[in-house]
C-alpha cells in the first residue's frame, strides 16, 4: 500500500526525509527544503535588499542546489539581490574542465550571469603543474588556499557585495569534528559561524545558507528537480585524514540522523576559555588578503612554487617570511629543508 | 564539494614505529619493561615512580581537595578507577610530607539492573569488589542504581555553601595541621575509618522490588542504546551526588582516563552537548555546587594505567555495561569509542590532542554563583540551557 504524504495527507509519499524521517510528497519535500533555507536566510540576517551576491559555483551537487534555490528565493520573497555566478578554474584536466561545462550550462537555465577566474590568469600555475612540483601529498593545501583567494579576487572584479558558498550540513558538522581531533581552538571557534564579516580588506563577506541543510537531501532535491551538476570526485584525492573524520560523520547519521544537527549545535555553543591564544588577522605584506603572518598563506606557497622550493608554505616557516619580504638568498639548508617533497 | 578551503600547517604525526632501546629513559640502568609513548622507555621501577608522582602533581597544582577533606571515590570496577583508588591507597601510606591528607570513601553503583545482570550476578559481582574494598580499610557504599527512585527531588537542585572553601586553600591547610597538633597524633583518618566500617557493613545494598520495575520500564521506554547510555550516566551522577551529600563527602572522585575524556568529549559534541563540554569534561565539575567532582586520572591514558595494573598488580572487576558485547554501531558512544580508538592505533596523538582541546574550552554555566537564574539550568544534567526555542543562531 502506498504511503501518504504526511504533510499535505493528499499526495503519495515518494521519499523519507534524511533529516526528519518523515514521508513526503515530491512538492511537499521541495517546499520544505526552500522554506529551511529561506528560514535561515532570514534569521541569520544574510542579505540586505539591492546588494550582488556572488554565487560560488563549482558545477557540484551543492553550488548547482545553492544557485537554483536561491533564484527560487530571491522571487518568491523578493530579496532584491542581484545574483550572479562566480567559478574558479583550478585547471584540473579531466575535472574542472568537465564541470566548468556544467557550469556554462547552468548560465542559460537559471539565466545568471557567469565570471570564470583561472589560476593560470591569477597565480601562473594551474593545478596540473603544480601537482608536478609538489606531488599528490599536499596538493591540496595549495588548491584550498589559492580556490579562497581566488573567490575574493573575481568577486573583487565584479564588485560583489556578497559571497556564498554551497557548504551544507555535513561539511559544517565535519569541519567541526576535524578541528577537535586536530586541536585547533581558533578554527573551531569559526567554524560554524553562517557568516564572516570582514574587517580588513582584501576579504569579502561570505555565508553558507546550506549551512542547516543535510547532504542527502541536497542530493534528493537536486534528483527530483532534475537539476543538471556534475558529480566527479576531485581526480586529486583528498587527505586522507579528513576521509576519517567523513567516515564517521556517516555512521553517527547512521546511528542518530540528528547527529550532523547536534554536532554544529555544539559547535555554535562551544566557548573559548580566555587566555587561550587566538591568532590576530592582518594583512599580507605582499598582496593586502587577511593574513595573521606578515605574508599571506597564498604568496608564501606561491614563492615556493616560483623558486622550486614547494615545503616553503607547507609546516611553520615563519622566520623565513621577512627574508622573502627584503628577497635575500636563502642558506644552502634552509633550501634544502624546503626542497625534498615526498611523493 | 571539496572541502579543503581552509589551510591546514603542519601534516599529522603518523605513527613510527618506535626504536628499540633497551635502556630506562630516566634512570638509564634499569631495563625497559614498557614503552609509553615514541621515545619513552621506563624501567618497572622508575615506572612507578612518574605514575605516583604523576597523581600528586595532578591533586598538587589543581589544589581543590583540603586537608581532612571527606572525598568520596566512584569506583566501577574497571581499570581506570581501581587504579585510581590504588593510587589514593597509596598516597595515604607514603610519610609526610608527600602524604596525601584528606579521608576517602569508597562508592560502587551496582547497574546490573540494566545491564542484563541476574540478582545472583550482581551479587557474585558486589561481594568481589567488597573484598577489595575492604582490603583498603576504607569505608564504601554499594548503592543499587534501583535506589535513583529512593532520592529527594532536591537531588536536582544545585546547593550552594555560604563559605567558599575555594578562596583559601593555604587556611584549610593551616587549619588542618594545628587540628593535627591539638589531638596530639596524626592519625584521625584511620580512626575515623573503623567506626566507618563499622557502621557502613550494615548498610545492606537492597532495593525494592517496585523500584527493580520501575527501572526496567524506564530504560525499556528508551527506543535507542544511545538514549538509555545517556540516562543511565545521568541517573549515576545522581546518586553518587545524593550518596555524597548525605554522608558529607564534599568530594567525589571520578576515574576517567584521558582517552576516556577523549571519547566522552567527542560523544558530547556528537549528542549536542557542546556547551557543556567544559563541565563535562573539565578536571574539576563544580555544576552542583556543595559536591564537587574532579578527575584525577585525566593526565593518564588508559594504556598507561593497562601497563601498571598489570605490573603492579592492582585488581579490577569485570563488571558487563549497557554496550558490551554490542556491535561497533550500536550507539553514538559505542561508535565514538570505537572511532578514537582506531584512529589512536593510527595517529598516536589523537586522544592527547582531543583531551588538550577540553582544556582550552570554558564551562557555559558560570560555576559557584548562586546568582544564575535556577530557571536556566537543566533539570537532568544541571548544565545552563543552551536552548532558544524557534530561533536559529547566529
Ligand atoms: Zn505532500
Ligand atoms: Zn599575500
Ligand atoms: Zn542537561
Redesign the interface.
Given at each position: 500500500m502506498p504511503i501518504q504524504c504526511s504533510s499535505c495527507a493528499k499526495k503519495r509519499a515518494v521519499l523519507r526525509r534524511p533529516k526528519t524521517g518523515y514521508s513526503l510528497c515530491k512538492s511537499c519535500f521541495f517546499w520544505a527544503f526552500e522554506e529551511e533555507i529561506h528560514q535561515t536566510i532570514v534569521s541569520a540576517q544574510l542579505f540586505n535588499r539591492g546588494e550582488t551576491v556572488g554565487i560560488g559555483a563549482s558545477g557540484g551537487k551543492d553550488s548547482t542546489v545553492l544557485a537554483h534555490v536561491l533564484k527560487v528565493l530571491n522571487e518568491r520573497y523578493d530579496y532584491g539581490l542581484k545574483l550572479l555566478l562566480l567559478s574558479v578554474d583550478e585547471g584540473i584536466t579531466g575535472y574542472r574542465d568537465d564541470s566548468l561545462e556544467t557550469v556554462k550550462r547552468n548560465q542559460q537555465q537559471y539565466d545568471l550571469p557567469l565570471t570564470i577566474v583561472s589560476y593560470e590568469e591569477l597565480y601562473g600555475w594551474t593545478m596540473d603543474a603544480i601537482v608536478k612540483q609538489v606531488g599528490l601529498k599536499n596538493n591540496c593545501t595549495f588548491c584550498g588556499v589559492f580556490r579562497r583567494q581566488a573567490l575574493d579576487r573575481g568577486a573583487m572584479m565584479l564588485n560583489v557585495d556578497k559571497i556564498c558558498t554551497g557548504h551544507n550540513a555535513d561539511d559544517v558538522a565535519e569541519t567541526v569534528l576535524m578541528n577537535v581531533l586536530r586541536g585547533d581552538i581558533a578554527r573551531l571557534h569559526r567554524c560554524t559561524a553562517i557568516s564572516t564579516t570582514s574587517d580588513g580588506e582584501g576579504a569579502i563577506p561570505r555565508c553558507k545558507p546550506l549551512k542547516y541543510a543535510y547532504e542527502k537531501e541536497i542530493v534528493l532535491y537536486a534528483y527530483f528537480k532534475k537539476l543538471d551538476y556534475f558529480s566527479t570526485e576531485c581526480v586529486y584525492s583528498p587527505n586522507a585524514y579528513r576521509g576519517h573524520a567523513r567516515t564517521f560523520l556517516k555512521d553517527l547519521e547512521a546511528v542518530r540522523p540528528s547527529a550532523i544537527m547536534d554536532i554544529i549545535h555544539s559547535g555554535e555553543n562551544l566557548s573559548v576559555k580566555e587566555g587561550v591564544k587566538m591568532p590576530v588577522q592582518g594583512t599580507c605584506s605582499r598582496c593586502g588578503y587577511i593574513s595573521s603572518q606578515a605574508l599571506c598563506k597564498s604568496c608564501v606557497l606561491l614563492e615556493g612554487l616560483n623558486r622550486g622550493l614547494p615545503k616553503l608554505g607547507i609546516g611553520k616557516h615563519h622566520r623565513l617570511h621577512d627574508k622573502i619580504l627584503t628577497q635575500q638568498a636563502l642558506t644552502q639548508q634552509e633550501e634544502k629543508k624546503l626542497k625534498a617533497m615526498d611523493f | 564539494?571539496?572541502?579543503?578551503?581552509?589551510?591546514?600547517?603542519?601534516?599529522?604525526e603518523h605513527k613510527s614505529l618506535p626504536a628499540v632501546s633497551k635502556k630506562c629513559m630516566k634512570c638509564k640502568e634499569g631495563t625497559a619493561v614498557l614503552i609509553i609513548r615514541v621515545g619513552d622507555a621506563f624501567c618497572r621501577s622508575c615506572f612507578k615512580e612518574y605514575f605516583i608522582h604523576k597523581f600528586r602533581a595532578m591533586l598538587g597544582k589543581n589544589r581543590v581537595i583540603f586537608p581532612g577533606e571527606k572525598v568520596l571515590l566512584a569506583v566501577s570496577g574497571g581499570p581506570a578507577s581501581s587504579c585510581m583508588l590504588a593510587q589514593v591507597q597509596e598516597g595515604l601510606s607514603r610519610d609526610a610530607p608527600k602524604k596525601l591528607r584528606f579521608m576517602p570513601g569508597i562508592i560502587y553503583i551496582d547497574e546490573g539492573g540494566v545491564c542484563g545482570q541476574n540478582a545472583e550476578e550482581r551479587e557474585k559481582a558486589v561481594v568481589q569488589l567488597e573484598s577489595i574494598f575492604r582490603m583498603t580499610g576504607f569505608p564504601y557504599h554499594i548503592v543499587p542504581l534501583e535506589q535513583v527512585f529512593t532520592l529527594p527531588e532536591s537531588v536536582l537542585e544545585p546547593v550552594y555553601s555560604r563559605e567558599q572553601p575555594g578562596s583559601s586553600y593555604k587556611a584549610a591547610v593551616d587549619q588542618h595541621i594545628r587540628t593535627e597538633v591539638t589531638r596530639g597524633h596524626g592519625e584521625p583518618a584511620v580512626e575515623e575509618t573503623q567506626d566507618a566500617v563499622g557502621r557502613l557493613s550494615l548498610q545492606a545494598s537492597t532495593y525494592k522490588p517496585e523500584h527493580k520495575l520501575a527501572l526496567e520500564g524506564l530504560f525499556s521506554s528508551l527506543k535507542?542504546l544511545?538514549a538509555k547510555q545517556d540516562m543511565l550516566q545521568i541517573l549515576r551522577h545522581h546518586l553518587i551526588l545524593h550518596t555524597a551529600r548525605i554522608n558529607g563527602y564534599s568530594k567525589v572522585m571520578i576515574g576517567d582516563s584521558c582517552t576516556r575524556l577523549a571519547i566522552k568529549?567527542?560523544t558530547?559534541?556528537?549528542?549536542?552537548?557542546?556547551?557543556a563540554?567544559?563541565a563535562d569534561t573539565a578536571f574539576s565539575d563544580s555544576r552542583y555546587g556543595d559536591v564537587v567532582m574532579v578527575r584525577p586520572m585525566r593526565d593518564y591514558s588508559s594504556k598507561e594505567i593497562g601497563f601498571y595494573n598489570r605490573l603492579f598488580e592492582v585488581q579490577s572487576v569485570f563488571i558487563p555495561g549497557l554496550d558490551t558485547k554490542t556491535a561497533d554501531?550500536?550507539?553514538?558512544q559505542r561508535?565514538?569509542e570505537s572511532?578514537v580508538v582506531k584512529?589512536q592505533a593510527d595517529?598516536p596523538s589523537?586522544v592527547s590532542?582531543?583531551y588538550?582541546?577540553s582544556?582550552?574550552?570554558?564551562t557555559?554555566c558560570p560555576p559557584q554563583s548562586s546568582t544564575t537564574e535556577a530557571a536556566a539550568k537543566c533539570l537532568l544534567c544541571l548544565c545552563a540551557l543552551?536552548t532558544k526555542a524557534g530561533?536559529?543562531?547566529?
Amino acid at each position: 500500500m502506498p504511503i501518504q504524504c504526511s504533510s499535505c495527507a493528499k499526495k503519495r509519499a515518494v521519499l523519507r526525509r534524511p533529516k526528519t524521517g518523515y514521508s513526503l510528497c515530491k512538492s511537499c519535500f521541495f517546499w520544505a527544503f526552500e522554506e529551511e533555507i529561506h528560514q535561515t536566510i532570514v534569521s541569520a540576517q544574510l542579505f540586505n535588499r539591492g546588494e550582488t551576491v556572488g554565487i560560488g559555483a563549482s558545477g557540484g551537487k551543492d553550488s548547482t542546489v545553492l544557485a537554483h534555490v536561491l533564484k527560487v528565493l530571491n522571487e518568491r520573497y523578493d530579496y532584491g539581490l542581484k545574483l550572479l555566478l562566480l567559478s574558479v578554474d583550478e585547471g584540473i584536466t579531466g575535472y574542472r574542465d568537465d564541470s566548468l561545462e556544467t557550469v556554462k550550462r547552468n548560465q542559460q537555465q537559471y539565466d545568471l550571469p557567469l565570471t570564470i577566474v583561472s589560476y593560470e590568469e591569477l597565480y601562473g600555475w594551474t593545478m596540473d603543474a603544480i601537482v608536478k612540483q609538489v606531488g599528490l601529498k599536499n596538493n591540496c593545501t595549495f588548491c584550498g588556499v589559492f580556490r579562497r583567494q581566488a573567490l575574493d579576487r573575481g568577486a573583487m572584479m565584479l564588485n560583489v557585495d556578497k559571497i556564498c558558498t554551497g557548504h551544507n550540513a555535513d561539511d559544517v558538522a565535519e569541519t567541526v569534528l576535524m578541528n577537535v581531533l586536530r586541536g585547533d581552538i581558533a578554527r573551531l571557534h569559526r567554524c560554524t559561524a553562517i557568516s564572516t564579516t570582514s574587517d580588513g580588506e582584501g576579504a569579502i563577506p561570505r555565508c553558507k545558507p546550506l549551512k542547516y541543510a543535510y547532504e542527502k537531501e541536497i542530493v534528493l532535491y537536486a534528483y527530483f528537480k532534475k537539476l543538471d551538476y556534475f558529480s566527479t570526485e576531485c581526480v586529486y584525492s583528498p587527505n586522507a585524514y579528513r576521509g576519517h573524520a567523513r567516515t564517521f560523520l556517516k555512521d553517527l547519521e547512521a546511528v542518530r540522523p540528528s547527529a550532523i544537527m547536534d554536532i554544529i549545535h555544539s559547535g555554535e555553543n562551544l566557548s573559548v576559555k580566555e587566555g587561550v591564544k587566538m591568532p590576530v588577522q592582518g594583512t599580507c605584506s605582499r598582496c593586502g588578503y587577511i593574513s595573521s603572518q606578515a605574508l599571506c598563506k597564498s604568496c608564501v606557497l606561491l614563492e615556493g612554487l616560483n623558486r622550486g622550493l614547494p615545503k616553503l608554505g607547507i609546516g611553520k616557516h615563519h622566520r623565513l617570511h621577512d627574508k622573502i619580504l627584503t628577497q635575500q638568498a636563502l642558506t644552502q639548508q634552509e633550501e634544502k629543508k624546503l626542497k625534498a617533497m615526498d611523493f | 564539494m571539496c572541502q579543503v578551503d581552509e589551510e591546514y600547517n603542519s601534516p599529522l604525526e603518523h605513527k613510527s614505529l618506535p626504536a628499540v632501546s633497551k635502556k630506562c629513559m630516566k634512570c638509564k640502568e634499569g631495563t625497559a619493561v614498557l614503552i609509553i609513548r615514541v621515545g619513552d622507555a621506563f624501567c618497572r621501577s622508575c615506572f612507578k615512580e612518574y605514575f605516583i608522582h604523576k597523581f600528586r602533581a595532578m591533586l598538587g597544582k589543581n589544589r581543590v581537595i583540603f586537608p581532612g577533606e571527606k572525598v568520596l571515590l566512584a569506583v566501577s570496577g574497571g581499570p581506570a578507577s581501581s587504579c585510581m583508588l590504588a593510587q589514593v591507597q597509596e598516597g595515604l601510606s607514603r610519610d609526610a610530607p608527600k602524604k596525601l591528607r584528606f579521608m576517602p570513601g569508597i562508592i560502587y553503583i551496582d547497574e546490573g539492573g540494566v545491564c542484563g545482570q541476574n540478582a545472583e550476578e550482581r551479587e557474585k559481582a558486589v561481594v568481589q569488589l567488597e573484598s577489595i574494598f575492604r582490603m583498603t580499610g576504607f569505608p564504601y557504599h554499594i548503592v543499587p542504581l534501583e535506589q535513583v527512585f529512593t532520592l529527594p527531588e532536591s537531588v536536582l537542585e544545585p546547593v550552594y555553601s555560604r563559605e567558599q572553601p575555594g578562596s583559601s586553600y593555604k587556611a584549610a591547610v593551616d587549619q588542618h595541621i594545628r587540628t593535627e597538633v591539638t589531638r596530639g597524633h596524626g592519625e584521625p583518618a584511620v580512626e575515623e575509618t573503623q567506626d566507618a566500617v563499622g557502621r557502613l557493613s550494615l548498610q545492606a545494598s537492597t532495593y525494592k522490588p517496585e523500584h527493580k520495575l520501575a527501572l526496567e520500564g524506564l530504560f525499556s521506554s528508551l527506543k535507542t542504546l544511545t538514549a538509555k547510555q545517556d540516562m543511565l550516566q545521568i541517573l549515576r551522577h545522581h546518586l553518587i551526588l545524593h550518596t555524597a551529600r548525605i554522608n558529607g563527602y564534599s568530594k567525589v572522585m571520578i576515574g576517567d582516563s584521558c582517552t576516556r575524556l577523549a571519547i566522552k568529549l567527542l560523544t558530547n559534541i556528537s549528542l549536542g552537548r557542546g556547551a557543556a563540554l567544559a563541565a563535562d569534561t573539565a578536571f574539576s565539575d563544580s555544576r552542583y555546587g556543595d559536591v564537587v567532582m574532579v578527575r584525577p586520572m585525566r593526565d593518564y591514558s588508559s594504556k598507561e594505567i593497562g601497563f601498571y595494573n598489570r605490573l603492579f598488580e592492582v585488581q579490577s572487576v569485570f563488571i558487563p555495561g549497557l554496550d558490551t558485547k554490542t556491535a561497533d554501531k550500536a550507539s553514538i558512544q559505542r561508535l565514538t569509542e570505537s572511532f578514537v580508538v582506531k584512529l589512536q592505533a593510527d595517529f598516536p596523538s589523537t586522544v592527547s590532542t582531543v583531551y588538550r582541546t577540553s582544556e582550552k574550552l570554558h564551562t557555559a554555566c558560570p560555576p559557584q554563583s548562586s546568582t544564575t537564574e535556577a530557571a536556566a539550568k537543566c533539570l537532568l544534567c544541571l548544565c545552563a540551557l543552551d536552548t532558544k526555542a524557534g530561533k536559529l543562531q547566529h
